[in-house]
């Protein structure tokens, strides 16, 4: 009785709870079942990780079986409840049912999917084709969407002020983009990591709705979350990426606060030290970049953005690291002194943000 030393039973060991059904059953019913038997097992899984209280680690279970270079896509309810990820209620290729917050969800995150693989050779989230999870309905009346380290999150909205925050392809883009941040630069929630965090997810988001509507950059819009406000809010969208600080202006929810040059930095400690108020200020660079270089800003201005997101930025990078970062990236891939190198320098110029190393140091980092 080896493993009752101590008194303690091995089920008990670690919090696991000990299930008839071993584990590794479904895993394989995963791996090899029918469609339906998929479906089960994979609902299976997820529960017993929720009575295990390791939602967590769900995230961590669907990589364990990667789809390697196929889009896999499941879509749950949480049935106006806050349990994650809910019910599944349409997998990879099952046919549209559920409504529009499902095929929303389902459609915008192929898109994203699509986007990232065709342009920047990206096999989803973590590059190593991780599920795409998204949970919709989530909360009552919920006026947000997120990303919780595995997957994405969507309420519907209370009906008044917000319709359901599926309804923008650029705001499901921005969730998914915070998931390839989080596996990438990992930049700190916080402060100027923070709102870089912010700002590639805005960057990225936006081409992935300019790339699906294939938008030259001066035909774009530049807005995040177009379509999320009802009818009685005052502003067209959550942020502009173009004019930040425009986007609405409204009684209830008030002015957008965000600040589209250095000079108008916000020194706060509220949301996280700034980071949705002061992602202005890079979003503008970015924004500054694509409109210098015409055609589809992706394929400069975003390469550039992608290449220091996926190489070069770290945890605790500043917007100064941004603009040196984007600059010697730019420098990399299309030359020194290329066009490419000076938009960028002059889109960081005109946030407030010199590039030191474009003057005099040409030192190259490997
Ligand atoms: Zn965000």
Redesign the pocket.
């Known amino acids: 009785m080896h493993f009752h030393k101590k008194g303690r039973l091995p089920c008990k060991r670690n919090n696991y709870i000990c299930f008839i059904l071993p584990e590794f059953v479904n895993k394989r019913i995963v791996e090899n079942g029918s469609d339906e038997q998929k479906r089960r097992a994979w609902q299976n899984l997820i529960a017993t990780e929720q009575l295990r209280g390791r939602r967590n680690i769900v995230g961590g279970l669907y990589t364990m079986f990667p789809t390697s270079d196929r889009l896999y896509r499941s879509i749950f309810n949480a049935e106006n409840e806050e349990n994650l990820p809910g019910k599944l209620v349409r997998g990879e290729g099952a046919t549209r049912k559920g409504g529009a917050s499902v095929d929303e969800a389902y459609d915008y995150s192929g898109n994203t999917y699509e986007f990232f693989d065709k342009i920047f050779d990206r096999r989803s989230i973590d590059n190593k084709g991780m599920r795409l999870d998204s949970t919709v309905h989530y909360g009552e009346n919920y006026n947000n969407a997120f990303w919780n380290g595995n997957q994405m999150v969507y309420g519907d909205g209370d009906g008044e002020m917000f319709n359901r925050f599926t309804i923008s392809l650029d705001v499901i883009g921005?969730e998914l983009a915070?998931g390839i941040t989080q596996y990438e630069a990992a930049l700190e929630y916080n402060g100027q990591s923070g709102a870089l965090n912010?700002s590639f997810?805005d960057v990225l988001g936006s081409l992935v709705k300019q790339s699906v509507l294939k938008q030259n950059a001066d035909k774009a819009d530049w807005l995040i979350g177009a379509g999320l406000f009802k009818k009685k809010v005052n502003g067209a969208a959550l942020r502009s990426m173009k004019e930040p600080g425009s986007a609405y202006d409204d009684p209830v929810i008030g002015k957008d606060p965000q600040p589209g040059h250095m000079k108008d930095y916000v020194d706060t400690t509220s949301d996280n030290g700034g980071v949705h108020i002061n992602s202005g200020i890079p979003n503008r660079a970015f924004y500054l970049t694509a409109i210098e270089l015409g055609g589809k800003a992706w394929e400069k201005a975003g390469m550039i953005w992608y290449v220091t997101l996926r190489d070069r930025l770290r945890e605790n990078s500043t917007f100064n690291d941004a603009a040196e970062l984007t600059n010697s990236v730019a420098g990399n891939l299309f030359g020194k002194g290329s066009p490419e190198q000076k938009a960028v320098a002059n889109g960081w110029a005109g946030v407030g943000l010199q590039i030191k190393s474009a003057k005099g140091k040409t030192r190259r980092r490997v």
Request: hydrophobic letters at 0%; charged letters at 25%; proline letters at 0%.
């Open positions: 921005h915070h912010e997810s």
